[in-house]
């Protein structure tokens, strides 16, 4: 069992659409972020959120943070081709020595 | 280089042989992780250094695997008496990691890519 779900797993949309990616979790997370992963490449850091209820735009891209610090939904407006990948959030607690990382929502947008 | 490198970039092996994954982390990050991930899903934590603190190997999923880290930079991974369930890639990232931190930023390198056959 993930200690951070992701939904939905995949998701295939056409150039110009919106999309929303979430991750739950019952537990509380000091800070969130969210990297994407191309093919044959390591994750790459989009961004950290850390206050509840926080929302950060990057370009296209929206991050929000749970109130309670729990989840967490990224949304990109207008996708283009480019931001095909795997999306993956990750949790970390200042306790801890690791980050959590959900499953992963594979994102296609197709021309 | 400037970013996290790793060797060899894929690994093919037969079940039952040892291998061994090498990690060289961005210089000065005190903190590397071992990450291995099923095709197309999330990462599955394995092991973590910090400094000269003792690693924390909660994640290594058993006895045939294990991680050094010498002189607090290069790391191997290594995984003896390989079983077709080890296929995986397995990803290295590093920190630079300070005390009571809400957050920090790993940086991935590409991952070697194992396939026990």
């Known amino acids: 069992t993930q200690l951070l779900e992701q939904s939905p797993q995949f998701l295939s949309i056409q150039e110009g659409e919106n999309l929303t990616v979430y991750c739950n979790s019952s537990?509380?997370?000091?800070?969130l972020q969210w990297y994407r992963q191309e093919p044959g490449e390591g994750p790459v850091l989009l961004v950290t959120?850390?206050?509840?209820?926080e929302v950060k735009k990057l370009k296209r891209l929206t991050f929000q943070f749970g109130d309670a610090r729990k989840d967490s939904s990224l949304h990109i407006t207008a996708a283009q081709p480019g931001d095909t990948g795997l999306y993956l959030c990750a949790g970390f607690k200042a306790a801890g020595n690791k980050l959590t990382f959900g499953g992963g929502t594979r994102v296609l947008v197709k021309p | 280089g400037a970013g996290v490198s790793q060797s060899p970039s894929n690994k093919v092996t037969e079940k039952g042989k040892d291998v061994e994954l090498r990690c060289d982390p961005i210089?000065?990050?005190?903190?590397l992780y071992w990450y291995r991930q099923s095709l197309g899903q999330g990462l599955e934590f394995l092991i973590y250094?910090?400094?000269?603190?003792?690693?924390?190997k909660s994640g290594l999923p058993s006895d045939r695997f294990s991680a050094e880290r010498t002189g607090g930079s290069v790391s191997t991974l290594t995984i003896q008496r390989t079983q077709q369930e080890d296929s995986a890639v397995y990803l290295c990232?590093?920190?630079?990691?300070?005390?009571?931190?809400?957050?920090?930023?790993?940086?991935f390198g590409p991952g070697t890519r194992l396939l026990v056959l």
């Open positions: 537990s509380v997370f000091s800070s």
């Open positions: 959120v850390v206050t509840g209820g």
């Open positions: 250094f910090q400094g000269n603190s003792a690693p924390d």
């Open positions: 990232a590093s920190s630079f990691r300070t005390s009571g931190v809400l957050q920090e930023t790993q940086y």
């Open positions: 210089s000065g990050h005190t903190a």
